[in-house]
């Protein structure tokens, strides 16, 4: 039955219907098409929604639309996701928000392709990260910064394990001494004066990112208003937005040890919206000093006794000024020594 519904679509001539070419005469144009009519046509096409056209959600336009008074149609998700859909439903998230509050389904791209903050501007539409930082202070010391270097769904998912992913920011305004922020493609070919941005750090172009490629990165004075910045992602993003037990087990992540912050990722803004990932020689994000400087995880650093001072110090539960002096007295041998 399928089959030759299909076959008949194929040959039928096509009278009065749009293809999916004739969208973006009009939808494409920022000037004529505001707010959420405009779709970015760059932006789509590198997706795996782009290969299939807009025609695949919106079917049977007419000719005549948009004067035809009729409200075109649009596919539901589940549709083609039914895996995600159910598993999603399912879930204790599934009654509080739809797919496309957090996916806009013009640039809806895999795991991969986005980084931790943007996965967290989806949280931030509903949930105010103001307000998240005093909800999570009642247990979680140190709340802002753990939800400045950590992708909600890093807690808030049932992925088992998690990788670390580096992020290129910023100074904000190019102020010596402005707040860093993710870095855009644009700023980041601007500063480096490279078009393929990757070659500020590939400088081999391989593909792969060494500890000397990191190195050479962040001795670099041509950079120095820019530096890495270490998150820790899921291995995979799960839709069962499930707390797993071990996120409130501060060692699940501050005592897994060097073993477990192996595997590692450089991430960079491509041209189109999405990120393009780089394998990171391992064990190179722990390296305090060359690797990725600003990226302390306490508890993972290759001196056993600073391990047990940070796990001590966090199994004490610390009163938190008096704690993070602690902690940067602590581990300032550290970061001299390398
Ligand atoms: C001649 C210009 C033009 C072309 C070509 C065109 N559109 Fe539109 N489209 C519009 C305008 C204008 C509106 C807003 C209509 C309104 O708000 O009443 C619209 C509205 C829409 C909407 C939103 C309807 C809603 O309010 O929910 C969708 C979806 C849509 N178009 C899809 C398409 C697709 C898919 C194609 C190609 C097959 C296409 N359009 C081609 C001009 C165009
Ligand atoms: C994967 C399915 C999918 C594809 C492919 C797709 N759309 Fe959509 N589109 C949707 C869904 C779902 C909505 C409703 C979004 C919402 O309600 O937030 C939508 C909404 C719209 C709207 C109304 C604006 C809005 O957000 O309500 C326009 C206009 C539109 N689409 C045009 C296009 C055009 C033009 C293309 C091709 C360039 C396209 N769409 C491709 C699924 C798709
Ligand atoms: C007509 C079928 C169809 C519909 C409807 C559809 N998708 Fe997709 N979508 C695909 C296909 C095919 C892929 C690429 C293969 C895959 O990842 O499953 C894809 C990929 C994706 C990806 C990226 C996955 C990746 O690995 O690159 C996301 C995110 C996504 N879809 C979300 C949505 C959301 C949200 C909606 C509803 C607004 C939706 N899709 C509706 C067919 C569809
Ligand atoms: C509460 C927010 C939220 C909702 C609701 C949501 N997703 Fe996602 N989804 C994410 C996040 C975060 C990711 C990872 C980042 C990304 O790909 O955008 C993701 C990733 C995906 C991917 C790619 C998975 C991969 O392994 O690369 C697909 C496909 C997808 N979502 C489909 C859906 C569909 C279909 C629905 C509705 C049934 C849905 N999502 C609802 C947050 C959400
Ligand atoms: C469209 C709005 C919306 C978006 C987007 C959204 N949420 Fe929610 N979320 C809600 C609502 C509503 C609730 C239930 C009331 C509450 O606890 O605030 C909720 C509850 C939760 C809860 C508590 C669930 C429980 O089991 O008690 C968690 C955890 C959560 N959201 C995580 C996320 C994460 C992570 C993201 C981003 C990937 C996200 N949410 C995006 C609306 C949203
Ligand atoms: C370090 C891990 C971690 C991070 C990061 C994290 N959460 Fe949570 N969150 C938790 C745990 C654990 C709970 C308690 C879950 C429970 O009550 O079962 C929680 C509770 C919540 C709740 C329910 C709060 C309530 O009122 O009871 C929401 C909503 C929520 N988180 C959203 C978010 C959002 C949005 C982000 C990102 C901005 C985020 N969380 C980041 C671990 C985390
Ligand atoms: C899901 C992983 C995760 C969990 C669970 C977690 N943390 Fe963290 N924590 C981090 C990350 C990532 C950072 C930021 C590291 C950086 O970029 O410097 C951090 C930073 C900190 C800092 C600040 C260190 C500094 O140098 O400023 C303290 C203190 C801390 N965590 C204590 C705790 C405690 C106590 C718990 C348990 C209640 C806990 N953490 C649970 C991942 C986690």
Redesign the pocket.
């Known amino acids: 039955m399928l089959g030759l519904a299909a076959l008949t679509l194929a040959t039928a001539p096509a009278f009065g219907a749009m293809e999916s070419e004739d969208c973006a005469g009009c939808h494409s144009d920022r000037d004529s098409m505001d707010g959420k009519l405009f779709i970015d046509q760059e932006r789509f096409a590198g997706t795996e929604h782009g290969g299939m056209g807009c025609t695949s959600c919106h079917g049977d336009i007419s000719d005549q639309h948009p004067d035809d008074g009729l409200v075109p149609g649009k596919a539901s998700c589940g549709d083609c996701h039914d895996q995600v859909a159910a598993e999603y439903a399912r879930s204790?998230?599934g009654s509080?928000?739809a797919c496309n509050?957090?996916h806009n389904p013009h640039e809806a791209r895999g795991a991969s392709q986005v980084s931790g903050y943007d996965?967290n501007k989806?949280?931030a539409?509903?949930?105010e990260t103001e307000d998240m930082t005093e909800v999570h202070a009642k247990w979680l010391p140190q709340a802002g910064v753990h939800i400045q270097n950590l992708p909600?769904?890093t807690c808030?998912s049932a992925s088992e394990n998690y990788v670390i992913t580096l992020y290129v920011n910023r100074r904000a305004g190019g102020d010596a001494y402005g707040e860093f922020a993710p870095a855009s493609h644009e700023e980041l070919q601007q500063l480096s004066g490279e078009q393929d941005v990757a070659k500020m750090i590939d400088t081999n172009g391989n593909s792969f990112i060494t500890l000397d490629e990191l190195k050479a990165f962040n001795r670099d004075p041509r950079y120095k208003t820019m530096r890495l910045a270490g998150m820790m992602t899921p291995e995979v993003v799960t839709h069962d937005?499930t707390?797993l037990d071990n996120r409130w087990d501060c060692t699940f992540c501050h005592a897994s040890g060097p073993a477990a912050m192996q595997t590692s990722y450089l991430s960079l803004p491509q041209q189109d919206g999405s990120q393009d990932r780089y394998g990171v020689e391992k064990g190179a994000v722990l390296h305090a000093l060359y690797g990725t400087p600003d990226f302390y995880m306490m508890g993972a650093t290759r001196s056993k006794a600073l391990n047990i001072a940070g796990i001590m110090i966090i199994a004490g539960g610390m009163v938190m000024p008096i704690g993070h002096g602690t902690l940067r007295f602590l581990t300032r041998k550290n970061r001299r020594d390398h």
Request: charged content about 5%.
């Open positions: 204790n998230h509080s928000a509050d957090c996965m989806q949280c539409n509903c949930h909600c769904v808030h937005f707390t």
